[in-house]
């Protein structure tokens, strides 16, 4: 049976109120132990979810006036009795009642405990239960929305739905292991073909969605590449509205990545600075550079800083190298240090790199000239689709894993139909599908999984 655990889920040493929570069985009685009510009161005989008002009195002092609140298993948040007490949010005030529901056999909770325990009450599944962490961490409507959904189960009732029909088709299958001996067909391979291509295209939706869920969540990567000394460093410094790079006019300044994300009109980016790119000797230089390399690979949008100062023919050796990289990715060419140079001379660099397909922009980095239509640009080509309440976009790289395993799995079955191998082997591959989307919900868990995902929780979670 579990213990009782407590702590504090309001944020240390700040705010006016602060909200202890305690869960097991056990817990209202325990808490009776320190509470007054001026009325006589007692927790053991208040009504489930309901709040009642008294004083907290541990040691011969009254530590404080609080609020309450007890919940009677299973209706609770862990689905376990549970107790909630508001006090004042002095420091002082919390570490007494901590100290005395210490002394009376209670344990600090573990980070992500009390959802842990939901979890294992079935108030939730697995992705339902890291959604809340998702919900917790969410700073733009749209990473709100996918919690939220997530949280409410919209991901939970999609994968249950794609369960269902794999179950409903393995038993068929199964079914006519049992008779193999009479060579009976009780699934129409037809109709089971059809039915594997619907979940194959419903589980392939769902991993794909994984891109846009991931834009969301860690926001939508911008590398910032180009030569040495084009401004990278200072764009990136505009653009997070901090000074997080080191700008200098020595070549080579930044070696290694920088990057933070902005929430630009609702829509997070996460830009990436990135060592300029030059022929050089020096070792270091050189891994920088190929980490530059690495972060245009993983971004979907390239800023390509060009500094105008530059003779065009070594813009033009350096796009060879550069160029061949940008393959589907959306390109800006920023053309920086326009403050430089005159009309007619910015004329002139309006067409550098004709071969290059990508919108151009003069701007001033350091004079933070045209940084508006910058963003405009940003914005266009971020192109975020409007998200429903009820779609699911998949948020989270251990969900889009398990989803690319089933889609192998219901890949080979479809296979299998294809050249009519034994029904042994299909039902094998339509289990493993099974178990990778229950690996999602947490039918399917470990231990070792629970405790990963539990502990990046906040305490008190
Ligand atoms: N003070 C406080 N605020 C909080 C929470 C909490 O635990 N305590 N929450 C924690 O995340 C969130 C609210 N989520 C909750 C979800 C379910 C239950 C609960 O007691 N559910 C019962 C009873 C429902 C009912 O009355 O019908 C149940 O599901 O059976 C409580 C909080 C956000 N705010
Ligand atoms: N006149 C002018 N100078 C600029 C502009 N943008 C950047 N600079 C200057 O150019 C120099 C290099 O700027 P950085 O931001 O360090 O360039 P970088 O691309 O990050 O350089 P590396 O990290 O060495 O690759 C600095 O002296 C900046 O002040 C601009 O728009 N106009
Ligand atoms: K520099
Ligand atoms: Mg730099």
């Known amino acids: 049976m579990n213990d009782i655990i407590c702590a504090i889920s309001t944020p240390p040493g700040m705010g006016a109120i602060a909200v202890i929570r305690l869960s097991g069985k056990g817990s209202i009685a325990v808490a009776d132990t320190l509470f007054v009510s001026p009325s006589g009161k007692r927790l053991a005989d208040a009504k489930a979810n309901s709040v009642l008002f008294g004083e907290i009195r541990f040691n011969n002092e009254v530590t404080d006036e609080v609020l309450v609140t007890v919940f009677h298993a299973p209706r609770s948040f862990t689905g376990e009795e549970s107790v909630e007490i508001s006090c004042h949010g002095s420091v002082y005030i919390q570490q007494k009642i ?69 179950l409903q088709f393995v038993s068929l299958v199964e079914l006519e292991l049992d008779f193999a001996e009479e060579d009976v067909e009780f699934a129409n391979r037809q109709k089971l073909y059809e039915l594997t291509e619907e979940i194959e295209r419903e589980i392939d939706k769902l991993a794909r969605s994984f891109q846009l869920g991931n834009a969301i969540k860690n926001g939508i990567p911008v590398a910032i590449i180009g030569e040495t000394n084009a401004g990278k460093s200072t764009l990136l410094n505009l653009l997070l509205n901090e000074e997080k790079a080191i700008v200098s006019d020595i070549h080579g300044t930044t070696r290694d990545v920088i990057e933070d994300t902005v929430n630009i009109n609702g829509v997070t980016f996460r830009f990436i600075d990135t060592a300029g790119i030059r022929h050089t000797t020096d070792t270091i230089e050189t891994l920088g550079i190929e980490r530059t390399y690495q972060k245009i690979a993983q971004a979907s949008i390239v800023l390509w800083m060009i500094d105008l100062t530059t003779p ?95 889609l192998e799995a219901v890949r080979r079955v479809k296979e299998g139909l294809d050249t009519g191998i034994t029904s042994d082997f299909i039902s094998q591959d339509i289990r493993e599908c099974m178990f990778y989307l229950g690996e999602i919900t947490g039918q399917i868990s470990t231990d070792e999984i629970l405790g990963n995902i539990f502990s990046k929780f906040c305490i008190g979670k």
Do not use: W
């Open 312 to 406: 065009t023919e070594e813009i033009n050796t350096l796009a060879q190298s550069i160029i061949p990289k940008l393959v589907d990715k959306h390109v800006l060419l920023l053309l920086n240090k326009s403050d430089l140079l005159s009309e007619s001379e910015r004329e002139e660099k309006q067409h550098l790199l004709p071969e290059l397909k990508a919108e151009r922009l003069f701007i001033s980095a350091k004079k933070r000239q045209n940084t508006d239509q910058l963003q405009q640009l940003l914005l266009k080509a971020a192109d975020i689709p409007q998200i429903g309440e009820h779609d699911v976009v998949v948020t989270n790289l251990r969900h889009y894993e398990a989803l690319m395993n089933a």
């Open 98 to 166: 901590i100290e005395a529901l210490i002394a009376r056999g209670v344990r600090l909770a573990k980070p992500g405990e009390f959802t842990r325990r939901a979890f294992g009450n079935g108030k939730f599944d697995l992705s339902q239960a890291e959604a809340v962490a998702d919900l917790i961490a969410s700073s733009s409507q749209a990473s709100h929305r996918v919690a939220m959904n997530q949280m409410r189960g919209g991901f939970a009732s999609k994968l249950a739905e794609l369960r269902d029909k794999l």
